[in-house]
């Protein structure tokens, strides 16, 4: 099962206590619960689940979401900054999840999200297990499944149009390299495994994009 985030955003938007704070229902955490219990059995990789697994699945993906709204929540104060004639230039291409995420426009505040030590730190360890991660030999041929996961790294990579040709092509590569250790990762930790992968590809997009913008 590959993960599908255009169809875990409109999940999340038919869900109005998980993101809307204008909601009656927002402050209800039992809602909240219910819902977030209703997503994983929607994106879970298989029927019975232990309590841990669940538990880490719902972890899993509400990092996700905050992730996704992060991006979100950059691109547009970067589009008010751009009409405000105050940004250095317009990017090349918008965040791609950008449209569908209009939803949030109402209650997102428009600036820009601060950076803690705290997520710093966390980002450069996830960088080095990344790293670590591609170390390992690639395989000539790929399962289905991992087809498709390769094919969503390569839309995220894609989507930032900022390397040359050669550079795209070791990106390719080190994509293929991740193929040989993620047939290892048990069966009920791929899903997280595959969400925390393109979660740290869209972070540093979007980080990479802010970094630009202000030079």
Not at 164 to 192: A, I, N, T, W, Y
Request: aromatic content about 8%.
């Amino acid at each position: 099962m590959n993960f599908d985030t255009e169809k875990f955003i409109v999940e999340i938007k038919n869900r109005p206590c998980i993101w809307d704070s204008t909601s009656t229902d927002y402050s209800d955490r039992n809602l909240k619960i219910k819902s977030w219990d209703e997503i994983v059995d929607i994106f879970k990789e298989k029927e019975v689940m232990t309590i841990q697994e669940k538990k880490v699945l719902v972890d899993t993906l509400q990092k996700r979401w905050k992730s996704i709204r992060g991006c979100f929540t950059r691109e547009l104060n970067r589009q008010k900054s751009l009409k405000a004639g105050t940004s250095s230039g317009p990017r090349k291409s918008e965040y791609m999840f950008f449209k569908q995420l209009l939803f949030l426009q109402k209650v997102v505040a428009l600036r820009e999200p601060e950076v803690t030590a705290t997520d710093s730190d966390s980002e450069s360890q996830q960088d080095r297990q990344m790293i670590n991660f591609a170390k390992r030999p690639k395989t000539k041929e790929t399962a289905p499944e991992d087809d498709k996961f390769l094919e969503a790294l390569d839309k995220i990579i894609k989507t930032r149009k900022r390397h040359e040709m050669g550079s795209q092509d070791e990106d390719r590569l080190f994509m293929l390299s991740l193929v040989s250790s993620l047939k290892k990762v048990p069966p009920q930790r791929k899903m997280s495994t595959k969400i925390k992968i393109m979660t740290v590809l869209e972070e540093a997009a979007c980080f990479e994009t802010d970094t630009d913008d202000s030079s």
